[in-house]
């Protein structure tokens, strides 16, 4: 089983930022993606920021130039650096790690944390 942990959300004002942080532990296999989501009230839960473990990111186009992710493989953790935060940002936001293109089942999510941007 494999359990991940966030850290890192709050209220904060329009202009500012966050840092999330997220650990993974159990049985990983070290040939991964993590990332996070979000899902703000009403809509659809979408895609923020991902890593490779070959160190390959993709950020949301609304994210661009504002977030930055990194990861620690060693201990199986991933970092989501926040800047210039807008109330669209507003969301619970959602650690996740998958290996589905070798176990189409290992894909796994945080609890979440929440963040809210006030304008």
């Known amino acids: 089983q494999v359990q991940l942990v966030e850290s890192g959300g709050g209220l904060v004002q329009a202009g500012g930022s966050l840092r999330l942080s997220c650990a993974a532990s159990?049985?990983?296999?070290?040939?991964?993606?993590m990332g996070w989501y979000r899902q703000a009230p009403g809509k659809q839960r979408e895609l923020v920021a991902v890593?490779?473990?070959?160190?390959?990111?993709n950020y949301a186009d609304s994210v661009k130039g504002r977030f930055t992710i990194s990861r620690d493989n060693a201990k199986n953790m991933v970092h989501l650096q926040m800047n210039s935060l807008k109330p669209e940002d507003t969301a619970v936001y959602y650690c996740?790690?998958?290996?589905?293109?070798?176990?189409?089942?290992?894909?796994?999510w945080g609890q979440g944390t929440q963040v809210t941007v006030s304008s």
């Open positions: 996740n790690i998958q290996w589905r293109r070798i176990d189409p089942a290992a894909d796994y």
């Open positions: 159990g049985n990983i296999f070290s040939i991964n993606t």
């Open positions: 890593f490779t473990w070959s160190g390959v990111t």
